[in-house]
Nanobody, 121 residues
Framework: QLQASGGGLVRAGGSLRLSCAASGRTLSSYVMGWFRQAPGKEREFVAAISRFGGSTDYAESVKDRFTISRDNAKNLVYLQIHNLKPEDTAVYYC????????????????WGRGTLVTVSS
């Protein structure tokens, strides 16, 4: 129902824009979030955006380099990443919830397949 895309292999310092598309759902009905899971680690919150984009929330570790946005007309959510670091290597997932302010993965009830971001040093 949700599909993340846009990942790939990037050198440190590079940029990527991840996209999240929905099928069968209207994303404007949801608060949208991005999570990531690095090898051997737990899934962690990255960013969230309110239904119409008026509010955003970021994990402290990414707030200066990541930007979440959405285009409800296109039913898409984006995650722009600048100045990629090797520690950003992870599978990135988009997810939907009805509650803004949620940072725990269990509070998101719609998930998509992730997209792998690999950052080389």
């Amino acid at each position: 129902q949700l599909q993340a895309s846009g990942g790939g292999l990037v050198r440190a310092g590079g940029s990527l824009r991840l996209s999240c598309a929905a099928s069968g759902r209207t994303l404007s009905s949801y608060v949208m979030g991005w999570f990531r899971q690095a090898p051997g680690k737990e899934r962690e919150f990255v960013a969230a955006i309110s239904r119409f984009g008026g509010s955003t929330d970021y994990a402290e570790s990414v707030k200066d380099r990541f930007t979440i946005s959405r285009d409800n007309a296109k039913n898409l959510v984006y995650l722009q990443i600048h100045n990629l670091k090797p520690e950003d290597t992870a599978v990135y997932y988009c997810a939907a919830t009805e509650d803004y302010g949620s940072r725990r993965s269990k509070e998101y009830n719609v998930w998509g397949r992730g997209t792998l971001v690999t950052v080389s040093s």
